[in-house]
């Protein structure tokens, strides 16, 4: 039902649409490009769609304690391998930023991720959320990336008009 309220205005309190940063799960779902750096302490992805930035620390700090640290659009995330496969998990999550199917996230949303690549260019990426404030149970779903070019371009956004306006002009 919030869904279907939230199309009906046209998604006008969506971060996307007023140039804010949105949440993880719809930057998973953005069609626009990201680009993931590691080096031995973090993993930094880099998202086109309104220049988002995020970091994975996979130094082997664990997660904050609840209240320690201010929530943030992208939630502070701490990441581990298992073999092959990089495990992150994510807290601290902006309250009020919304899943993709319109629930808004609240302070106890809980995001664990899994990336995988099953092969030279395809990325799985795994995500299960909890929200026992918004939702009941676990929320799940795969997606799959294939590899591109290796440029982020930078995104300019006009929030009085709700419109993206892209810069696809490339470095000198």
């Not at 620390?57 to 997660?63: A, C, E, H």
Request: glycine content about 8%; hydrophobic content about 30%; some cysteine.
């Amino acid at each position: 039902e919030l869904k279907k309220e939230r199309m009906a205005l046209n998604d006008k309190d969506n971060p996307d649409a007023n140039c804010l940063p949105m949440g993880l799960t719809q930057f998973h779902t953005h069609g626009q490009p990201r680009k993931i750096v590691q080096n031995s302490s973090v993993i930094a992805i880099m998202y086109e769609a309104n220049y988002g930035l995020r970091y994975i620390y996979i130094d082997g700090r664990t997660l904050p304690p609840q209240g320690s640290v201010q929530p943030f659009w992208y939630g502070y995330s701490v990441g581990r391998w298992e073999g092959d496969t990089l495990v992150v998990d994510t807290a601290k999550l902006q309250p009020g930023t919304l899943f993709n199917n319109g629930v808004e996230y609240t302070e106890n949303v809980r995001l664990v991720e899994r990336f995988r690549l099953a092969d030279a260019n395809t990325l799985i990426v795994t995500q299960q959320f909890e929200d026992p404030s918004s939702f009941e149970g676990t929320a799940a779903r795969i997606m799959s990336f294939r590899r591109g070019d290796d440029h982020v371009y930078p995104y300019d956004c006009d929030p009085t008009y709700g419109l993206a306006i892209e810069s696809r002009e490339g470095p000198d």
